[in-house]
């Protein structure tokens, strides 16, 4: 028979990171159909865009999972002088790599937008996506690793209401509002820039709210009483 302490426990911690991915897919459901209105470029575009995001996107992801196991199991040695020591160092890193990356995208974008498309028209707005979200690849790489040592701390619900608030009641609004303020002759619907423009504000504003949040500590509150400190 399941233990039922632990099974809470363990849902308590997971259900939150699950939501948060959640999340993740159900905003970009909701602003494909904002995509969609832009017409067939721009729908072109925006997979190319998010070709090359997914493989930019990996390295953030894996600081941050190796954020939570590294606190984790640090916590749970009581060697806290060793987490703020970890995360400097996977700062450090996980910057480094966003660095690099963000120089090849800009370097060499109109390359890797070449290699889903030959029409000028779909690789000039793609690669202007790509130089919008560059910069917040950045951002979301210090988001990866300071949420992901909350999650090792036994934080899970900072994390989560962070997305609620950039990826929901920011993001989404944000792409329509932006959509709608830049309509023209050329883009009755609205420019492709307020897809990415979006995206960017939301990684910038998740970041923001991450250091503040782990700045003040807050998430030190999971931790035992000997190691708040």
Known sequence: MPD??????LCLLGL????TQALFSMSAIVVQGLTNSLGTAVIAANVAVMRVDGFAMMPNFTFGTASTTYVGQNIGAQRIDRVKQGIRDLMKLALITAGVLVACILLFGHHLMGLFTETEEVINIGLSGLRWLALGYIA???SQVLQGAMRGAGETMIPMWISIITTIAVRLPLAYLLAALTRCEAWPKGRPEALFASQLITW????GITVIAHRKGAWRRRLPEGLRE
């Open 4 to 9: 039922g302490p632990i099974t809470r426990k």
């Open 16 to 19: 939150p990171a699950g939501v």
């Open 140 to 142: 979301f790489a210090v």
């Open 204 to 207: 910038l504003l998740a970041m």
